[in-house]
DNA sequence: AACTTAAACGGACCTTGGTCCGGATCGTAA
DNA sequence: TTACGATCCGGACCAAGGTCCGTTTAAGTT
């Protein structure tokens, strides 16, 4: 039943990504054949030239392919699919952050209080991510359309609305963003499936949450 | 250049959403044409059970409409897309959380103190995506690939790391997940580009984010 | 250099989401 | 009841993502 030959043994980019936790420079794919290789620069440079000259949208598959003289199935066998392609391109500015929070200066790097690292972690990651927006959000497709959404938008207004009850002095709005982010169903999904969270932990990881967040100022 | 004669001028779902906000009975549709209506609710009602007999996966546009024994340009009319449709299907079990916290009986509604009803709040929402995260996730193509992608993982080690060393004895693990979920490009784009923040607000959130999380616990 | 094999290639093909528009229906007003 | 305009319906049509498999080729092996 699942002996027959997959036309794909390679759904997904299969290397040069488990490194990534030590660190890596993890140059690129480290072994492919010759041929390979080349055609998948080629098909990353395609795609970074059409986006610059059609915006995101203008990354077709076939576009891709015709663009880098290749055909079409070569490109789903290096990237798997149209999301595996865009996150490759992300890639390079995502190792770069990586570097720099692992080996770099401080206050990112090595060297500062962990405290103050955490800060400049999340700005960093703020900054760089407003930056490529156009591409990330591409490569989740209307990731953002839950937020939008009425029912959403109720959950939020009425977590706000608590919130100023407890700790009326924060940016309620924004907490109240975190709090509802910290229970989307993907997350949740992830944590209990893929890493086997019983639901009990996660249910106290929130009410832990929670007192953290609404904890009023010790007196410095 | 947009006097053109839309096709579907109700992309989305027009209404029976914004009264939400204000908890909503909203039965359904007010204003459909009689047919519309009877079509809206064969379509759901086929959609339902496919789902129930071949999983969401079996809910193709196709053969939702032909199970509604209707044309499929009538589902894309009525529900804009596949995930308007598959949301309209969640619909109604927000609408019954909504109604909980509104105006049911406490933890959960009106009565009981601010904190309590938050952690109440979280735990319920927790309970009920654990139970239709199928179909939230199939609303949400891919939307928990973001997790697993290496890099992802690699955020969430550093994030991981830095906490153990400022509070040790949190569950620094679904603490790191919380802030970094704080940080998601969709989230980032929602609030700069459709809610207008700046981006020195989400870097002072942030800051205060990380503070509060990071509080050492006050002697009672 | 000839041989072998695992891997890569290409592009026809399939599926499915999404669009278009001529014709059928509903609701209403005369 | 009839007429009429707004709304809706249906299903052919299109584009793009994803799959398959016969053919080619890189890279060892003898």
Chains 1, 2 share one sequence.
């Not at 595996?84 to 090595?110: T, V, Y």
């Not at 009850?165 to 989307?184: G, H, K, M, N, R």
Request: proline content about 10%.
């Amino acid at each position: 039943m699942s002996s027959a030959p997959q036309p794909f043994p390679t759904p997904q980019e299969p290397s040069d990504a488990p490194r990534l936790l030590e660190l890596g420079p993890a140059p690129e794919e480290p072994c492919l054949r010759a041929d390979a290789a080349r055609n998948r620069a080629r098909l990353l440079e395609a795609a970074a030239r059409l986006i610059a000259e059609h915006g995101v949208a203008g990354v077709t598959m076939e576009a891709v392919a015709s663009a880098a003289k290749v055909g079409k199935g070569t490109v789903f066998r290096r990237f798997g699919d149209r999301t595996g392609l865009l996150m490759a391109l992300l890639d390079h500015s995502g190792r770069q952050l990586q570097a720099d929070f692992l080996g770099g200066p401080p206050p990112l790097g090595p060297g500062a209080p962990p405290l103050e690292r955490l800060r400049a972690f999340g700005i960093a990651v703020l900054y760089r991510s407003a930056e490529q927006l156009e591409l990330q959000l591409a490569a989740q497709p209307e990731a953002c359309r839950r937020f939008s959404h009425p029912a959403t938008q109720a959950l939020r207004t009425h977590v706000t609305m608590l919130l100023r009850q407890i700790v009326p002095d924060a940016d309620c709005e924004l907490l109240a963003q975190t709090l509802l982010a910290s229970l989307d169903p993907a997350l949740i999904h992830h944590l209990t499936r893929q890493r086997h969270m019983p639901m009990a932990r996660l249910e106290s990881a929130w009410v832990d949450l929670v007192a953290r967040v609404t904890r009023t100022r010790p007196p410095v």
